[in-house]
């Protein structure tokens, strides 16, 4: 019995100790489990921007389980637990993100980078909130309550932005850590390190001034980043993710039909998702049956109903049974179907192994849960030029020569078949990057369809016998041998039938054709060539001899050396405006993920952010727009009147209206110019009278507290808070200039009263009009328009132009009107510049704005059909924005250019 008891004893001390051998090497795995639990956390948040980014546990717990057996024969260390937890990582999102849109992909980068510092302890109260929405109410409920006074420093650099200022004034208030190297902003060499960081290309790239790079985290450098480059956050976000998670979360837009294939059981659909192009995904089916010789049955169902229904389980009965694939499209219009046809896979007791369920829809909000949960989801769109992409000629290129097939790849033997194959790529990805680079871009939206008629028409090309062509053939001769091609024939195809089918802007057409003529030739194809001031080169594996890997080698090389994303790749010239633009959507879904409100919030600082109108106005303490300015009795009122009082002084007083009748007789009478005048001088008067009776209702609420109109509150609003009343803004007009304060926004209304004035005098007195001082520019082109038709008797309207030349001599050596038509100036010329000593156009200096035009002489005549082919019809817009037509072309001649050059250059000129 003793020697039973010590046994017993024994054999229990043994079992304690593999108990607590097991509860230690299981405690080694708990960074494991945490990081797959953040991981399914930020899969959840995405569904809160898109439903149809749902992600199950059980969809999630494979991912996990099969990192843990991996584990198995390894002895769990630190090293060993860090090289799984990157493993799981990078296998659970590149799985997640294959269903992901392109353009939400960089969200879901920046919220697993923000997710997995959280769970380490990283992200301190309010960092996230900040990242979102820099100035909100949000984000200043979320700091911890700062123990010190707002910072007082007044913005100290001209050269930087008061949102910038603002941003980083919030930063120091509620961050420690920031407090005192925002006191030394200023000091020592600090302001060329802060303007360097404000004005490089790559500031996610450049070191942080005062030594912060190694004292803050990486959500911190963020802060500083979305502080002062807003436009630049995105690209940090992904480079940051793609160096601390994975690269393959941002960059993996392959579609690797066969592994997918291979991850998922009979039983688990596959669902495609697309936007734009439902084309993409019959392809993707219908190529990867082909090579492994499956029958693949395909259904569009447009509605559901009885007949539909019973019709979709037939065939996915009678494919469960043959082992074939079946194809069900548009299925978001069919909701109930799909729940009907899982209902029977998953009772189906004997399965074909080769049977799959292939399902493709677009994105709606009645979807199914439990078909979401119980897919794997695919997005089949071509990558887009789209905010919140900042590789986008990378991802594209990849996703472009996934799409050449093997039999496409085997259609040529010539030596430039392949890096046709690739420029043609490059062209469709080109042409999708140009209209990102607005405003000098287009809003045309090319689909993966036209890409496939590229390849049709190369191929066509490229395999036509063409032998027994003459000297005088147009069809040039093949110096390889064997056929001959027609590189214009092929040129034509793709610029007029293929991408220009939807084209309608002559300028568009011009650029579009301008562009293949420089990658779609033999030269091109070479492998010494090089993308225009770029300096980049076809990947090398373009001129090896065509193997069946071919493709996945170009693709390796590009993904190492991708092809340069930048205006000049566009054959564009690089200015500060032709750079992408936006991030509202990217701000817009992570302040929906994070619960925050992204509204613009005010922030209690001390002293204005910019010079006041005058002396202390608009310079109180903001705290709160809970109550309106006009119902305040403090300081704020004093300023607002200050600045009513100082505004209604500098406001001209206007016309009256028989005195402006009395004018227009003596300028002429009852002619075009007089009726136009006449409009501009009623439309100026009512602006007028709106800004000076808002100013004096302001003035007035003081001492006779009332309720105001809500537009009488606004511009209260906004004169309190340094800003140009955006009321004003909507009445005066487009053709009012950016506003940057208050008192030069009402300059410019100054000149522009002063101007018409003069010119209602006399047009000796006026010799030179500002054209961009009309409400109606296009009124006063009638008139010249209609003066040149009177003295054409017998010539049809619709055959006259305006002709235009651009004088050397600015508006103060004009003295007298010209004989026919008119002198104007207060144009603004982009994408070059204008040389006044030889008289002619030239390429703008890099990252230069615009360039202002010396007097140019408009007249009207009859339309000339022999145009040279080096003159050039620069469109000439009413604002910046160039969502009208132009108001007319202004014509540039320079001798020996061709008008292409200034096409590719996206030459423009406006008003404003």
């Not at 997710?115 to 409920?141: F, M």
């Not at 999708?432 to 090319?446: D, E, H, I, S």
């Not at 409400?775 to 003066?787: A, D, I, K, R, T």
Request: glycine share 4%; net charge neutral.
């Amino acid at each position: 019995m003793k020697k039973h008891h010590t046994e017993a004893l024994e054999n229990l001390e043994h079992a304690r100790g593999s108990e607590a051998n097991v509860l230690k090497s299981r405690e080694a795995y708990r960074p494991l489990a945490v990081r797959a639990a953040v991981i399914y956390r930020t899969s959840m948040l995405m569904a809160r921007i898109n439903s149809m980014y749902q992600w199950s546990l059980l969809q999630f717990l494979p991912v996990f389980e099969s990192s843990v057996r991996q584990s198995d024969s390894i002895n769990p260390s630190r090293t060993t637990i860090n090289i799984l937890l990157d493993q799981l990582t990078t296998t659970a999102c590149i799985t997640y993100n294959k269903g992901l849109f392109a353009v939400d992909k960089a969200i879901f980068a920046l919220a697993t980078l923000l997710e997995i510092e959280d769970s380490a302890g990283n992200v301190g109260p309010g960092e996230r909130e900040y990242l979102v929405a820099p100035i909100s109410d949000t984000t200043a409920k979320a700091f911890p309550k700062p123990t010190g006074p707002p910072p007082t420093k007044r913005k100290v650099f001209e050269w930087m932005s008061d949102e910038q200022w603002q941003n980083l004034q919030v930063l120091a208030h509620h961050c420690s850590w920031f407090t005192d190297v925002f006191d030394r902003i200023n000091k020592d060499s600090a302001e060329v390190k802060w303007r360097h960081l404000c004005e490089c290309d790559s500031p996610e790239s450049t070191t942080l001034p005062d030594v912060l790079d190694q004292r803050v985290t990486k959500i911190q450098h963020l802060m500083i980043i979305r502080a002062i480059r807003p436009s630049r956050f995105i690209n940090a976000a992904q480079k940051f993710a793609s160096d601390w998670i994975s690269k393959k979360i941002v960059s993996d837009n392959s579609i690797d039909l066969s592994s997918i294939i291979k991850s998922v059981s009979p039983r688990c659909p596959i669902l495609m998702l697309y936007k734009e192009e439902a084309e993409n995904a019959k392809f993707l089916i219908n190529e990867m049956a082909y090579k492994r010789q499956q029958d693949v049955l395909s259904l569009y169902v447009g509605k559901s109903g009885t007949m539909e229904l019973h019709q979709c389980q037939m065939i996915v009965n009678k494919a469960i049974q043959t082992g074939q694939w079946v194809h069900l499209h548009a299925v978001h219009n069919c909701p109930d179907i799909l729940l009907n046809l899982f209902v029977s896979i998953n009772a189906a007791k004997v399965m074909n192994s080769n049977f799959r369920l292939w399902l493709s829809c677009e994105p709606v909000d009645n979807f199914p849960a439990a078909v979401l949960q119980s897919c794997l989801k695919v997005c089949t769109d071509s990558p887009r030029p789209t905010n919140g992409q900042s590789a986008f000629l990378k991802d594209g290129m990849i996703r472009s020569l996934s799409w050449i097939t093997s039999d496409v790849l085997n259609a040529g033997s010539r030596a430039d078949w392949l890096p046709l194959l690739h420029n043609l790529c490059l062209i469709f990805n080109l042409f999708q990057l140009r209209g990102k680079l607005a405003p000098n871009g287009w809003n045309y939206t090319w689909t993966a369809a036209e890409l496939w008629e590229s390849f049709g028409a190369a191929v066509q090309e490229f395999s036509d016998e063409k032998s027994g062509t003459s000297a005088s053939s147009p069809v040039p001769s093949n110096p390889q041998g064997g056929k001959a091609v027609s590189w214009t024939a092929l040129r034509y195809i793709l610029g007029e039938v293929i991408y220009g089918a939807q084209v309608s802007d002559p300028i568009d057409k011009q650029v579009i054709n301008a562009m293949l003529d420089h990658f779609i030739t033999p030269a091109a194809c070479k492998r010494d060539y090089e993308v225009p001031k770029t300096k980049w080169k076809l990947p090398s594996y373009c001129f090896q001899p065509t193997r069946s890997n071919q493709i996945s080698q170009i693709v390796s090389q590009i993904e190492n050396n991708p092809p340069p994303e930048s205006c000049e790749a566009c054959l564009m010239n690089s200015s500060s405006e032709t750079l992408p633009q936006g991030e509202k959507y990217f701000f817009n879904q992570l302040a929906q993920i994070y619960d925050v409100d992204a509204k613009e919030g005010e922030v209690e600082m001390a002293g204005p952010l910019s010079t006041p109108v005058r002396g202390s106005a608009n310079s109180a303490t903001i705290k709160s727009r809970d109550r309106s300015p006009l119902t305040l009795k403090s300081a704020k009122d004093i300023d607002l009147i200050e600045t009513a009082n100082i505004l209604l002084q500098k406001l001209p007083k206007g016309w009256h209206k028989d005195y402006v009748g009395e004018r227009l007789k003596k300028l002429g009478g009852l002619v075009p110019f007089t009726y136009f005048m006449n409009n501009e001088m009623l439309k100026m008067q009512s602006v007028l009278d709106e800004i000076r009776g808002t100013l004096v209702a302001i003035k007035t609420c003081s001492e006779q507290p009332t309720i105001h109109s809500e537009k009488v509150i606004s511009v209260a609003h906004d004169l309190l808070y340094q800003k140009v009343p955006r009321y004003w803004q909507m009445v005066a007009g487009s053709l009012t200039p950016n506003p940057t304060n208050t008192l030069s926004w009402i300059g410019d209304i100054v000149q522009r009263c002063s101007h018409l004035e003069r010119a209602l005098q006399s047009r000796e007195r006026v010799p030179c009009l500002w054209i961009s001082v009309f409400f109606n520019p296009e009124g006063l082109l009638g008139s010249v328009m209609h003066e040149a038709v009177q003295t054409f008797d017998g010539t049809a309207f619709e055959e006259f132009t305006f002709l235009t030349e651009i004088t050397n001599r600015d508006k103060d050596h004009i003295r007298e009107s010209p004989h026919e038509g008119m002198f104007v100036y207060g144009i603004s010329l982009y994408g070059a510049s204008w040389e006044r000593t030889i008289n002619e156009m030239q390429d703008i200096a890099p990252k230069s704005k615009f360039t202002q035009l010396p007097v140019i002489h408009v007249t009207a005549g009859p339309s000339q059909t022999d145009r040279t082919h080096c003159l050039y019809q620069c469109p000439v817009y009413a604002t910046r924005d160039m969502e009208n037509k132009p108001l007319f072309s202004l014509d540039i001649f320079n001798e020996n250019v061709h008008y292409s050059k200034w096409a590719l250059r996206g030459l423009c000129c406006t008003l404003r």
